[in-house]
């Protein structure tokens, strides 16, 4: 078992940064990669940003060159840095870890968010 939690969601102004933090415990050991989705009211949850076991990360078009993944093995933590917030990103961020392959069947873990607003 796999337990996150997240933590950062705040307030901003459109043009604003934030930095989102989820801490990892439990079966660390067996995570491959790490994300964050996010859902906005109304709409599918959606990938932001992963970062596999090696270091490599990949984002949505929507967020790249604005958004940074980013992860500090010393204190199981992954982050999400967040510049240029547009009105399109207020949302609830999710913290996600995969584990397992998929010869041996893969497994998500989920925290329960954290919520971002972005308002003048």
């Known amino acids: 078992q796999v337990q996150l939690v997240e933590s950062g969601g705040d307030l901003v102004q459109p043009g604003g940064s934030l930095t989102l933090s989820c801490a990892a415990s439990?079966?660390?050991?067996?995570?491959?990669?790490m994300a964050w989705y996010r859902q906005a009211p109304g709409k599918q949850r959606e990938l932001v940003a992963v970062?596999?076991?090696?270091?490599?990360?990949n984002s949505a078009d929507s967020v790249k060159g604005r958004f940074t993944i980013s992860r500090d093995n010393a204190k199981n933590t992954v982050y999400l840095r967040m510049n240029s917030l547009k009105p399109e990103d207020p949302a609830d961020y999710y913290c996600?870890?995969?584990?397992?392959?998929?010869?041996?069947?893969?497994?998500?873990?989920w925290g329960k968010g954290t919520q971002v607003t972005v308002t003048s």
């Open positions: 970062i596999t076991s090696s270091g490599s990360t």
């Open positions: 996600n870890a995969r584990s397992g392959t998929a010869l041996t069947g893969e497994y998500d873990y």
């Open positions: 439990g079966s660390i050991f067996s995570i491959n990669s």
